[in-house]
């Protein structure tokens, strides 16, 4: 069985073994404390990679089982890194035949620029990156990858024509400046969902080609997805159209909602055209307290349908000129507080009113106007391209 000899403790923190196809046993690199980066392009005779040869301080893993240019299938079974708590860059190509196993790491993966998931050729390898994001992970941070269209990844032809549901495990996601990914969140056009079941924090920034969050029949029809989300943050995402399509769910838990420089955006939540209903009653938001929107001027609904919010306490608004509704909110004037509102003057009178009854009347808000001069300082309908 052939390995490579071990490095000293005192060797440097890159380990290069690249080009190595003879190789079938990592050697032994615990002791190798300062080791940052590892290379193993081409080591298409490794059978296993363990968490127990690996020092803790690995930040980078590379393994390009096509870089040889060798007709051999790479014989890799398993890759666990799951004790390397400071991994920063996974990037692994070509065809994986025989893996079984992957798992990055229990809690928190975070993905840059040293990331591929494109260029996965065998199915089971794709099979395991959907585990590994559907059971493995509880924290994703996505950024600065300039190749990544969807952090849901395409299916193999095989199970693009299986009708499923699978629940995706994260509770904290954050994706931002990734200037190719199109959606965070994507079926790509096959028959399976997907449920957020624990997902309690979704943070997007600076997704300059975004048209979405969450694209229309991705989200699975079911009555407990999105139960646990708490916040949702947007920032600088100019071509989003819309964020979370809504089914038969509602979103029980959210408290905060904040979304600024989107200049595209149409609408926060909208109908999924798999099943639009044909009576559209406002939905109930029960823990909603801070709505804050800034530069969104094409921005005309919320939420379609209407929404209702009875704990909201407060709303700010900038640059939101087209925006027609606020949500309904508890009917009784003589309760200890009213919902705060900050807007300008001509974004509060175009807004349009059910009346006191409904519980959306202008009475049942406080009012206080922003600075006048904001319009003036940004041009209507500006948006970063």
Not at 49 to 58: F, N, Q, R, T
Not at 340 to 351: A, G, N, Q, T
């Amino acid at each position: 069985m052939a390995a490579a000899a071990e490095p000293s403790q005192a060797s440097s923190n890159r380990a290069d073994l690249s080009g190595n196809s003879s190789i079938q046993v990592l050697p032994t690199l615990s002791k190798a404390t300062s080791l940052k980066t590892l290379v193993l392009d081409g080591c298409v005779g490794l059978e296993h990679v363990d968490p127990e040869g690996l020092p803790a301080s690995l930040e980078t893993f590379c393994l390009d089982a096509g870089s040889s240019g060798s007709k051999v299938a790479a014989k890799l079974s398993k890759i666990s890194l799951a004790g390397c708590v400071h991994l920063k860059n996974f990037l692994l190509r070509g065809a994986l035949p025989e893996l079984e196993e992957l798992n990055l790491s229990d809690f928190y993966v975070e993905i840059g620029e040293g990331i591929s998931l494109t260029d996965m050729e065998s199915n089971r390898a794709i099979s395991f990156m959907e585990l590994m994001m559907r059971e493995q992970i509880d924290s994703l941070h996505v950024h600065g990858n300039s190749r990544i269209l969807s952090v849901t990844h395409k299916l193999s032809s095989l199970h693009q024509a299986i009708s499923a549901f699978r629940g995706i495990g994260l509770k904290w996601c954050r994706v931002e400046r990734c200037p190719k990914l199109q959606s965070v969140f994507n079926s790509h056009g096959s028959q399976v969902t997907y449920t957020f079941y624990k997902l309690k924090t979704i943070w997007a920034s600076d997704l300059l080609i975004a048209g979405c969050i969450w694209c229309k029949g991705t989200v699975t029809d079911f009555i407990a997805n999105f139960k646990a989300l708490q916040s949702i943050h947007l920032h600088n995402c100019p071509r989003l159209k819309y964020v979370l399509p809504f089914r038969s769910f509602t979103l029980p838990s959210l408290e905060t909602l904040h979304i600024t420089r989107c200049g595209d955006l149409r609408q926060v939540f909208p109908w999924d055209d798999v099943d639009v209903p044909q009576g559209r009653s406002a939905r109930k938001f029960q823990k909603l307290k801070h709505i804050n929107l800034y530069d969104l001027p094409n921005l005309q609904d919320i939420c379609e349908g209407g929404m209702y919010a009875p704990v909201l306490e407060s709303i700010k608004l900038r640059g939101c000129w087209n925006l027609m509704r606020l949500p309904v909110v508890d009917r009784d004037e003589g309760r200890g507080h009213r919902p705060v509102v900050h807007c300008e003057k001509d974004c509060w009178e175009k807004l349009e009113w059910d009346g006191l009854r409904a519980g959306h009347a202008p009475t049942l808000y406080e009012l206080r106007q922003s600075s006048p001069y904001y319009k003036k300082r940004l041009l209507r309908g500006t948006v970063l391209r």
